[in-house]
């Protein structure tokens, strides 16, 4: 890797806390909401379930990608 790179993906390992939390805090809270709110607000609930199910998903992924391109350093 260039110096260049190794810069550039040392400013996303400073985000992997975020998205840690992502997975464990705010996408589940969003889900429990939409779930919640689907008596109420039907459309509303099940749009705030979908995007925390793909909050969870997105910033899961993409840990794992900085994660193995971590391993991968020499």
Do not use: C
């Given at each position: 890797?260039?110096?260049?790179?190794?810069?550039?993906?040392?400013?996303?390992?400073?985000?992997?806390?975020?998205?840690?939390?992502?997975?464990?805090?705010?996408?589940?809270?969003?889900?429990?909401?939409?779930?919640?709110?689907?008596?109420?607000?039907?459309?509303?609930?099940?749009?705030?379930?979908?995007?925390?199910?793909?909050?969870?998903?997105?910033?899961?992924?993409?840990y794992?990608?900085?994660?193995?391109?971590?391993?991968?350093?020499?």
């Amino acid at each position: 890797m260039t110096p260049a790179e190794i810069a550039a993906l040392d400013d996303v390992v400073k985000t992997q806390g975020i998205r840690v939390a992502d997975v464990v805090f705010i996408g589940p809270l969003m889900l429990w909401g939409g779930l919640a709110l689907r008596d109420r607000y039907p459309l509303r609930g099940a749009v705030l379930a979908v995007l925390g199910l793909t909050t969870v998903g997105y910033n899961a992924r993409n840990y794992q990608r900085v994660r193995r391109a971590l391993q991968e350093l020499p």
